[in-house]
Nanobody
Framework: QVQLPESGGGLVQAGGSLMLSCEASGPAFSRYPLSRYTMAWFRQVPGKEREYVAAISRNGDSTNYSDSVKGRFTMSRDNAKKTVFLQMTLLISEDTGVYYC??????????????????WGQGTQVTVSS
């Protein structure tokens, strides 16, 4: 059972925008409020390791971004709707990849690696054409 299904991926031209969403569902998220979890986005291209993109604190008052997306991407969350978002603007071809939503309860630094996250979505493909 996928507990963090992502949506919003697709094909976009360079310079364009996309909004990704991730709605937390399943036993882990029906039992506890979303505010229990630090949320993050990662991305991956074939042959490479999963790359950190952005993270947001439990109550949404702090965000962190990788240097490659800083100033272009914005992460937000709506705990009442159990949903997190990634607004992506000024997309470039290097942003192409499968984007994954992740949730964790023992995240001490927002730029933590993927290994510390407990729950993952199945991924949504983002393709930026140049």
């Amino acid at each position: 059972q996928v507990q963090l299904p992502e949506s919003g991926g697709g094909l976009v031209q360079a310079g364009g925008s996309l909004m990704l969403s991730c709605e937390a569902s399943g036993p882990a998220f029906s039992r506890y409020p979303l505010s229990r979890y630090t949320m993050a986005w990662f991305r991956q291209v074939p042959g490479k390791e999963r790359e950190y993109v952005a993270a947001i604190s439990r109550n949404g008052d702090s965000t962190n971004y990788s240097d490659s997306v800083k100033g272009r991407f914005t992460m937000s969350r709506d705990n009442a709707k159990k949903t997190v978002f990634l607004q992506m603007t000024l997309l470039i071809s290097e942003d192409t990849g499968v984007y994954y939503c992740a949730a964790g309860t023992r995240i001490y630094y927002l730029n933590s690696p993927s290994s510390v996250y407990d729950y993952w979505g199945q991924g949504t493909q983002v393709t930026v054409s140049s």
